[in-house]
């Protein structure tokens, strides 16, 4: 990702404001986009990512859902299973994100973090169906961390899965929607352990 020269036109505190209205746009109960921002932090390091891949990387997690509230859709909230066409429309949201962080006049790295952090491993992801080494590694970084916390984190009238459940799902996932080489460096830095977003924002 260093190809891409990062523009950071925002301090800390806005970014964490933005993440925060998205938050409550998507009904998380806490710092759901925080607590992303933190797995991807502990696996990039892990990975050996640069200082300068890291910061376009906390900044993607932390506005990755910025299309969704953009969109401004509500099913988004509801709790059943999407229709069809809603579903389809709902895919729009990377490409969206990506729209809405070039407005706020974040540079290309960013920009492609938020539009390709819904691919898989495995090509079946959107809304480009990238597959294997062809998703940048931050992006692919970010696809297990959002996964994570969005099974982990308490939303009103859905669900939330235990950190054991969830992990198991990471395993399995693995070499399909996952990276299996991050799926392995997740597990084994126990990042299924950390802590929760209420503990993360207390």
Not at 131 to 139: D, E, T, Y
Not at 190 to 202: C, D, N, W
């Amino acid at each position: 990702m260093e190809m891409f020269r990062y523009n950071h036109p925002y301090p800390e505190e806005r970014l964490l404001e933005i993440s925060s209205q998205i938050d409550a746009f998507e009904q998380y109960e806490y710092a759901h986009g925080l607590r992303i921002a933190e797995i991807a932090e502990a696996l990039s390091r892990a990975v050996g990512l640069s200082g300068h891949d890291r910061a376009m990387l906390r900044s993607a997690s932390l506005l990755h859902d910025i299309g969704e509230m953009a969109m401004n859709r509500s099913y988004i909230s509801q709790d059943r299973k999407l229709n069809d066409i809603e579903l389809l429309d709902m895919r729009r949201h990377p490409i969206v994100g990506e729209l809405e962080v070039t407005k706020l006049g974040f540079g290309t790295g960013v920009q492609l973090l938020i539009r390709w952090h819904h691919e898989w491993w495995n090509g079946e992801g959107y809304p480009d169906r990238l597959s294997g080494s062809s998703i940048p590694l931050g992006a692919r970084i970010l696809r297990l961390a959002d996964c994570f916390a969005s099974m982990t984190d308490r939303r009103p009238g859905r669900k939330a899965y235990s950190p054991t459940e969830a992990a198991k799902y990471v395993v399995n996932a693995a070499g399909l929607e996952f990276d299996p080489a991050i799926s392995d460096l997740f597990l084994k830095l126990r990042l299924y352990e950390a802590p929760s977003t209420k503990e993360v924002q207390e």
